[in-house]
């Protein structure tokens, strides 16, 4: 029997710049660069075993063995990875994710990143992160962002080699943190491939949200490199509300807000006003994310323990890029 290991442990990210639409889908090919920060405390493990005794890819999740159907974007990956490195067989994956559904974040960025590392690890050499990170995204287009920590740019590209992420400065070198208020822990009702999708096709607004992202990615790579949080704030807060904008806009209109989500972002605004600076940004649910420097963390945290439980409200710092031991 001839039997191949690897292992990679990736961490979630987060969008400052978000990606919100594509031109390819097959490719996973973005409409718009985007720019996030990779998380701390949540992160993914997986181990991957090619093997030419196994006759079909098998997928366990914390110990659970899931559905072949649900498993196509995984085979992608596999794929991509099989073809570069010359490989037939099938492979066993065995991934634990350490993102719980409590942060409100999601974990298909470090997921489809660890797999795409553990894969390349078993096959060849993982010494080629920018290569990596386009594999990565063939399964999650966030997780081209999720190869590299501290803050990151994905190249939106026009083509497989094109489209990938590069790191802007590490996790050590920036003064940027998040407080996550969980809002709500079910799954969202509209999946982000969809919603995206929707918005694309039938918001007239689109094609400015685009441009708009597009223009300001300059912009925010300068405030990254001087670390200047009032401009990288500024920029994050308004990506977010423009992309929730395009929501609306769409044809059904629908959105990710629900009250509670409308109420943080006053808080936000009022915890602001009163001198404590931070800002808000929201992904494709409900949960609202307060970005803030290490000095006012535990003010953040405080303000809202107000309002909200204490277990709603989770902290993340800068985390790392993959690793390829634990
Ligand atoms: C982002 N999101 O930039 C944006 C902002 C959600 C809102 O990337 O279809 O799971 O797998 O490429 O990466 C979530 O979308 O979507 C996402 P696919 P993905 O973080």
């Not at 925010?220 to 994050?236: C, H, P, R, W, Y």
Request: aromatic share 10%; proline share 3%.
């Amino acid at each position: 029997m001839n039997e191949k290991h690897g292992f990679a442990r990736a961490h979630t990210n987060i969008a400052l710049l978000k990606y919100w639409g594509k031109i390819n889908s097959d490719l996973i090919l973005p409409a718009n660069d985007s720019i996030s920060l990779t998380l701390d405390k949540f992160y993914t493990d997986t181990e991957v075993t090619f093997s030419d005794e196994y006759t079909s890819n098998l997928f366990y999740l914390n110990h659970q063995l899931i559905d072949v159907k649900k498993m196509q974007r995984i085979n992608r990956v596999l794929e991509a990875v099989k073809s570069e490195f010359g490989y037939q067989g099938f492979a066993k994956i065995e991934s634990e994710n350490h993102v719980p559904t409590a942060a409100g974040l999601a974990s298909s960025a470090s997921g489809m990143a660890a797999l795409a590392g553990a894969a390349v690890s078993a096959l060849g050499s993982h010494t080629d992160l920018t290569n990596l990170s386009r594999l990565a995204r063939l399964g999650s287009g966030s997780a081209s962002r999720s190869v590299f920590g501290g803050i990151v740019h994905w190249h939106r590209g026009y083509d497989h080699q094109s489209s990938f992420a590069e790191q802007i400065v590490s996790e050590d070198q920036i003064d940027l943190n998040m407080v996550t208020i969980v809002i709500d822990r079910r799954q969202k009702k509209v999946k982000s491939t969809l919603g995206m999708q929707h918005t694309a096709s039938t918001s007239p607004f689109y094609p400015a949200w685009v441009e708009a992202t597009n223009q300001a990615i300059p912009e925010m790579i300068s405030a990254v490199q001087n670390n200047d949080f009032t401009k990288i704030g500024e920029l994050a807060e308004h990506s977010a509300a423009m992309m929730h904008a395009t929501t609306l806009s769409s044809k059904p209109a629908f959105t990710y807000f629900a009250p509670e989500t409308i109420q943080a972002i006053k808080l936000v605004e009022q915890l602001r006003e009163s001198g404590i600076e931070c800002y808000y940004t929201i992904d494709a649910g409900p949960n609202v994310k307060v970005l803030c420097q290490s000095k006012n963390i535990t003010r953040v945290k405080r303000f809202f323990a107000s309002y909200f439980d204490q277990d709603q409200l989770v902290v993340a710092k800068p985390g790392s890029g993959i690793k390829f031991t634990k």
